[in-house]
Every structure is written in structure tokens, then in C-alpha cells.
């Protein structure tokens, strides 16, 4: 039995391990925390609620797992207001109208066949059931990754954006992976989507949803992985400029500001570095291009007069 | 395995986390995929289930690594493969507990640490340690555990030592005794600090919140204020449900047709009109002087707390005179501006007459048919003159006005206070002297001004 347990614990490991490797050769660069919650969600067959600041990683997150499982990834923005006709699936009522009276001839045809009113209705009954096909079927993002025939990897982006009564009719789809159509009957998909929901915490999610899924929170990475996501996404940086640069922003995060720079603001402002091939950090460079990093004018304002002192510190 | 991870989700579930019963079928299901062999990996891997959100997670992470310091020696020792394998679990504790009983006088001489203290988890499970709730039980689940682990043998031993004359040994059992009894009094203390340290907590909050508020003592001030949080977030996601709700209007039938037009005008889609939420305006008038100032700072915190659910708050506080307080709040932390507010305007002689006047001054023209004014205080004036007339045309001017005294209703209107002279001109009026009548009385105030 030990024996037996300690195979096993190697292969998950393995495993790990492996989907951490294979996220790396796609520019994706993570810990070994995340990975471990994409081989549980996997193996458990459970979504993952991700959340953190934004400009993480959460959305990249998905489309790395869907490209490392060669699935296609499915994406539902959520808003204020989206509802199931949008999210699930909706009737093509234009279509249906449109054949109704192409068809019309047809269906005098077909009624006046019959002769009594009893067995006219019988006959357009028929049709009903023909306007009411899959062929009029118009399938939303939740319905398409159900049905896809070799397993999808579904996103629910930014979930805490929805309203609550999204949310709880979400929890069917999410337990169970079917959904019921009341013309047509329950859809059941062959293969279980892999499915992730993104929250940036504008608001608490419902207890209901969050025991469906396993809870991944991403926070901002250390400087050692900063530097190795930098390096991989901008691999003509300077190394010099890189240690400076992620030092820079790591000290930058500790102020008191509105909005943090975040993992995306940090790799465009070395883009931005590596564009004007600077070597080195200099105070006014830095002024210059701090709009990059910070989106708000009370933070620039903040964080001016740390600039010389975070530079002064980032060189050590 | 089941045992340790029901132990560990009760130890987590007494310190705050809701843990629920697929959540911990969860646990379970990510041990066996991942094992117990590395503990870093073990740790995150649970928290992906078991705790939910940030605050949650920290809580779960000092959880989880007091609860392994201790235990995961058990675990790594193959304890537990072994117990799997065995189904009669309950009747090989049995045995052992036996085992243990009959020799723990050899148990104690021979034996390291480890198995010391794996015999007296065995005899906790037996004695129910896991219900302890209070620290004054520890010396009774001491002696209970004792007790399951052969207590009774050894004090056999060590009376019939003394009636043999044996001195030495009596000595020595009695030592053994004596250090068995420290041990397993540490062991008890580190569960009771594991498991109660919250039941503990929630004990001490139920009763600050029903304590009378004028009672309160500083060095409550840090739990009032996150009681006060707690019951904030509470309204809050009750209210903005309520709020959405009551937004949907009429039919818009114009916009319903336009829409329609490309299903050859059958309406299918239906457009509502959206109503136009009245915001409500609230204005508080808190009486700042030292006989309630108390219930006025944990009132200004509470009002604050919500701003999500009413953005308009006005607030002003008094002694003698009145002046507004709203930018202190929206400034600075929610408790560093309350202790302000009562350094600025606390401290001098009470009077309501004033105070009325200075609030119509401030306000202005700023006060409508969708304002509620909140006047806390207990109205008693000094003797000076309460000023009725200003405060009918404050009444005439705003929507209503609620009152809120912290005195029985007994006292009003004894001694200097205006109280029933006050009472005409209010729509409503309460009386609020602890954390759970300040939460109702806001409850209903929301409800009815939404």
C-alpha cells in the first residue's frame, strides 16, 4: 500500500511538474502552486475560481491550459446584465420567421390537405417540433462548450462583474455540465469542459458557486519570477536592465497607491525600455515613461518623489 | 488519513472557516491524488478547497502549519497507510488504548516521544477532547485523558508501594506520575490554543454586541469596530440585492418596438423602463458629549461603513455647537476619524437648541423630501432652550425625522431632558444603546429609504 502511494505521489509530481515545463515553452511562466491547482482541477474534475489583482495572469492562465491541451477555449465575458440567451443559447427567431414565410405556400399546402380544423393542427404540431430543431438553434459560449465533441477549455471572465441571478444559474452547469433546454431536453456533453472563472473581488462571490471550484488566488509574483516572466516575454532584455527594472516595480508596489503596476503594465514598460535601448534606469527616464506603469494621476503624483530613492535601491 | 483531515477541518472550521461537507469530500479527494509525502505541496494543494478566499487562506495556513508541527510526525510515520489498510480502525484503537493502559509505567520508560504522544492522542480521542470549548476545562479533560490512559493502575502501583514500605519505587511512580500529568497537561493546553481560540472570540462578540454601548471599555474598541465591519458587509449584500431589484420600471413600449423590428415587428424581446432610484440623503446630527459619546462614535463608524448602499451621508456632531464631520470620514480610516470627531466637537455642555440652529445653518438649502435626518443623542439640553421651532421647520423641510436615544424610555423626559417635547416632530423614535439595536435600527432605516 505505501508502495503504492509513494508511484502515485511520484506521478503527480510528475505531472505537476510536467504542465509547469509545458506552460514554460508557451511563455507562461508559473509556480509550482498554480500548477498544482490546474493538474487537481484536472484530475478532480472541478472549475477553478481564479482570483487576484488584475494584470496577473488569470486570463492568460486559461488560454495557456487550452493551448497545452490543444482544446479550443472557449471565452463568456460576463457584464452587468448578461443573461442566458447570451451566455447559453437562443432561438434564431429571424430565421424562423423568415422560413415561415418562405414556406408559406408549403404550409397552405399542408393545411389545406387536411380537412378538418383538428387535423390541420395536428399536421402544423408537426412543424412546430421542425422550428424548434437544433437547426435554429443558436448555441451561446456555455452551450458550445458542452456540446464541443473533444472537450473545451471554458472561460468565465471576470464572474464578480455578472449579476447574482447569473451566478446561481450558473451552479447547474458547473456541478453537473448539462443543461436543459425545455423544446429540445437536457444536453449532456461527452467530455467535461475544463472550465475557469476570473474575479478581480469587485464584489463577493455567492458561497453556493465558490464550493463548486477549487479557489486559486494569484498574487503579484516574487521578483525571481517577475524576472523569468520578463525574460520570456521580452528576451531582448538587457540582464542588467532587467534586475533594475523588476527590483523598480516590486519597490514601486510597496507604495500606498490606487491601482499597483501589474505583471502586463510591468513587461509593456520593458518593451517600452527595450524600444528607446536604454542600458540603465535614470531618474528621468523613469519620469518619462512612468504613464506605463501607473494609470492614475495621484499615483504618478505619489510616486515622484520615491522615484531617485527606488532607482538608487533597485542598482544594489 | 480520515481521521487527521477530520480533525484538521474541525480545528479549521472552530477557527472561522465554513468549511462545507463536499468541500472536506474534496480534501479528501486531493490527498489521495497527491499524498501526504510533501508537506509545501500538501499545504497549497488544500488550500485550493478548503479555504476560499484571502483572509481565509491565511487563517488556513497558520491552521495548517500548528496542526502539522505536531502531527505530521504521526503521518510520516506510516501511521496512517497502516490504518487504512486495517478497516477495524475503531477496534485497533480499542486495543491499543488497552495496551496502553495495562503498561504505562513501561510506556513512560521505554518509549520516545513520539509514541508518548501518540498515546495520548489515542486516549483524547477516548475522553472527547475535541468538544473542549473553554480554557477553564483544561484541568478536566487533564485528568480525563489521564484517566483513559491507565491513571487509576498507577495510583494501584503507587498505594501499594507505600503499603510494601517501598519507598523508592513509590518515589519513583510518583514522579512518573507527576511528569505524565505535565505532559499531558501541555498536549491539552496546545489543542484548547488550536481549537478554542475562536469559540472564544465569538463568545466575547456576542456579548459586546448586546452590551449597553455607554458601558464599553477601550480595550474593546478593536473587536466593536470589527463587529461593526461585519454587520456593515451583512447589510450591504442584503441591501444591493433589494436595490437591483427595485430598479426595473414599466414596459418601455417605444423602445420594445424599435427593437422588435427585425422579427418583422413581433415583440419578442422586451425593453423595460428603468425607475430612477431615489438616493436617499441621509443626514446625522450626533450628540458628541461625554454621557453618550460612546454610542455617537460606533453610530458615525456604522453609517460610514455603508457608503456603498447610501452615498449620501451628511454627518455633524455636537456638544455646544455643531459642525460637519462627513470630509473627516471620507479622509481617513473609519476609527482614527471617529476618535477625532470626538476631540473636536466632545467636551463641551450639551445643548440641543444650538445645535439645531447650527445644523439649519449648515445645511441650507440642502435639505429636501428625500433627506431623513438622524438626531442621536439623549436630548438632555442643559435646561437651555431646546429650540422646538427650528426643529419643525427641519421636520417640514426633510423627508423625516428618526431619533435615537440611548436612554430607557423610562427616563425620558425626567430631569433636563427635552425628550418629550422632541418626540412630536419625529416619525420615529428608539431607543439604541448596544451594537445589535444600532444594525436593526439601520436595517429598517435602509429599508424603508430605498
Same mark, same amino acid.
Given at each position: ?5 509513494? @508511484? ?47 494584470? &496577473? ?17 472557449? =471565452? ?70 458542452? $456540446? @464541443? ?15 447574482? $441571478? ?16 425545455? $423544446? ?18 469587485? =464584489? ?7 464550493? =463548486? ?29 532587467? &534586475? ?8 514601486? =508596489? ?7 503596476? @501589474? ?39 505619489? @510616486? ?13 | ?88 480502525? #475503531? ?5 491499543? /488504548? !488497552?495496551?496502553?493502559?495495562?503498561? /504505562? ?16 492522542? /489515542?486516549?483524547?480521542? !477516548? ?37 510494601? !514500605? ?59 469596530? !470589527? ?41 419578442? #424581446? ?133 431619533? /435615537? ?46
Amino acid at each position: 500500500m505505501s508502495n503504492n502511494k509513494t @508511484s502515485s505521489n511520484g506521478s503527480a509530481k510528475d505531472s505537476i511538474e510536467n504542465i509547469q515545463s509545458n506552460f514554460e515553452k508557451q511563455g507562461y511562466i508559473c509556480n509550482t502552486h498554480i500548477a498544482t491547482a490546474i493538474f487537481l482541477s484536472q484530475s478532480l474534475g472541478k472549475p477553478i475560481l481564479v482570483e487576484g489583482p488584475p494584470g &496577473v495572469g488569470k486570463t492568460e492562465l486559461a488560454k495557456a491550459t487550452a493551448e497545452w491541451m490543444e482544446k479550443p477555449l472557449i =471565452r463568456l465575458q460576463c457584464y452587468e446584465g448578461l443573461d442566458e440567451a447570451k451566455a447559453l443559447y437562443e432561438w434564431k427567431y429571424g430565421k424562423q420567421l423568415l422560413y415561415t414565410q418562405v414556406l408559406k405556400d408549403k404550409l397552405n399546402q399542408i393545411v389545406s390537405k387536411s380537412d378538418s380544423l383538428e387535423s390541420s393542427i395536428d399536421n402544423l404540431n408537426n412543424f412546430d417540433d421542425i422550428f424548434f430543431s437544433e437547426k435554429f438553434l443558436e448555441p451561446r459560449p456555455l452551450l458550445k462548450a458542452i $456540446e @464541443s465533441e473533444n472537450g473545451s477549455v471554458l472561460l468565465i471572465d471576470e464572474i464578480d462583474k455578472s449579476d447574482d $441571478e447569473f451566478e446561481a444559474f450558473l451552479l447547474e452547469i458547473l456541478s453537473d455540465y448539462q443543461v436543459s433546454i425545455p $423544446e429540445i431536453g437536457t444536453v449532456k456533453g461527452k467530455i467535461k469542459p475544463i472550465v475557469f472563472l476570473t474575479s478581480n473581488n469587485t =464584489r463577493e462571490i455567492g458561497d453556493a458557486l465558490k464550493r =463548486r471550484c477549487l479557489h486559486l488566488y494569484i498574487p503579484f509574483p516574487d521578483p525571481f519570477l517577475e524576472e523569468k516572466i520578463i525574460s520570456s516575454r521580452v528576451p531582448e532584455i538587457d540582464k542588467n536592465l532587467k &534586475v533594475q527594472l523588476v527590483n523598480f516595480v516590486q519597490g514601486l =508596489r510597496n507604495l500606498d497607491l490606487k491601482k499597483l503596476p @501589474s505583471v502586463s503594465e510591468t513587461i509593456d514598460w520593458a518593451r517600452s525600455l527595450v524600444l528607446l535601448n536604454v542600458k540603465t534606469l535614470e531618474p528621468s527616464l523613469v519620469r518619462e515613461t512612468l504613464n506605463i506603469l501607473l494609470k492614475f494621476q495621484t499615483d504618478i503624483d505619489v @510616486s515622484d518623489p520615491e522615484i531617485e530613492n527606488l532607482i538608487e535601491k533597485s542598482k544594489k | 488519513m480520515v481521521d487527521f483531515l477530520r480533525d484538521f477541518i474541525h480545528i479549521l472550521r472552530s477557527s472561522d472557516l465554513r468549511i462545507s461537507t463536499s468541500e472536506s469530500i474534496d480534501a479528501m479527494n486531493i490527498v489521495s491524488e497527491i499524498g501526504l509525502e510533501d508537506k509545501s505541496l500538501l499545504k497549497h494543494s488544500l488550500s485550493f478547497s478548503l479555504a476560499k478566499t484571502l483572509r481565509e487562506k491565511e487563517i488556513f495556513s497558520e491552521c495548517f502549519d500548528n496542526f502539522f508541527e505536531e502531527n505530521y510526525m504521526n503521518l510520516k510515520e506510516g501511521k496512517l497507510p497502516q490504518k487504512i489498510k486495517e478497516k477495524n480502525t #475503531e477496534i485497533n484503537d480499542l486495543d491499543k /488504548l !488497552g495496551d496502553i493502559k495495562n503498561n /504505562l509505567e513501561e510506556l513512560y520508560k521505554n518509549s520516545d516521544k513520539t509514541s508518548l504522544m501518540t498515546a495520548m492522542a /489515542l486516549a483524547a480521542r !477516548g475522553a472527547n477532547l475535541q468538544d473542549i470549548k473553554l480554557f477553564t476545562q483544561v484541568g478536566m479533560f487533564t485528568r480525563k485523558i489521564f484517566d483513559e490512559m491507565g491513571l487509576e493502575k498507577l495510583n494501584n502501583d503507587i498505594f501499594q508501594a507505600s503499603r510494601e !514500605g517501598n519507598i523508592k519505587r513509590e518515589e519513583e511512580l510518583k514522579n512518573i506520575r507527576e511528569n505524565l500529568r505535565l505532559e499531558i497537561r501541555d498536549y491539552v493546553e496546545n489543542q484548547v490554543k488550536l481549537r478554542t481560540s475562536y469559540s472564544g472570540k465569538q463568545l466575547r462578540e456576542d456579548a459586546l454586541s448586546q452590551m449597553r454601548l455607554t458601558q464599553a471599555d477601550k480595550s474593546d474598541y478593536k473587536i466593536m469596530s !470589527g463587529i461593526i465591519r461585519k454587520m456593515a458587509r451583512r447589510l450591504i449584500s442584503v441591501h444591493s440585492r433589494r436595490k437591483r431589484k427595485s430598479q426595473r420600471g414599466l414596459l418601455d413600449i417605444r423602445s420594445t418596438i424599435r427593437k422588435n423590428q427585425e422579427y418583422d415587428g413581433i415583440l419578442f #424581446e422586451t425593453i423595460w423602463k428603468k425607475t430612477r432610484v431615489d438616493r436617499p440623503k441621509i443626514v446625522a446630527l450626533c450628540d458628541v458629549s461625554g454621557s453618550v459619546a460612546n454610542v455617537s462614535r460606533f453610530f458615525l463608524m456604522f453609517l460610514h461603513s455603508l457608503t456603498e448602499i447610501i452615498p449620501n451621508v451628511r454627518t455633524f456632531a455636537f456638544s455646544n455647537k455643531a459642525g460637519e464631520v462627513t470630509d473627516l470620514f471620507e479622509s481617513k480610516d473609519i476609527e482614527v476619524a471617529a476618535a477625532e470627531t470626538l476631540l473636536l466637537h466632545g467636551g463641551g455642555s450639551t445643548d440641543y437648541g444650538q445645535a439645531f440652529v447650527d445644523l439649519e445653518g449648515l445645511l441650507e438649502n440642502n435639505i429636501d423630501r428625500k433627506t431623513t435626518v438622524i438626531i442621536l443623542g439623549d436630548a438632555r439640553s442643559n435646561y437651555g432652550d431646546p429650540r422646538c421651532d427650528v426643529l419643525k421647520t427641519i421636520q417640514e423641510k426633510s423627508k423625516r425625522i428618526l431619533f /435615537l436615544n440611548p436612554e430607557p424610555i423610562s427616563v425620558w423626559g425626567s430631569g433636563d431632558s427635552e425628550m418629550q417635547r422632541f418626540i412630536p416632530y419625529c416619525s420615529k423614535s428608539k431607543v439604541c444603546n448596544s451594537l445589535n439595536n444600532l444594525e436593526n435600527f439601520v436595517d429598517d432605516m435602509i429599508r424603508s429609504s430605498i
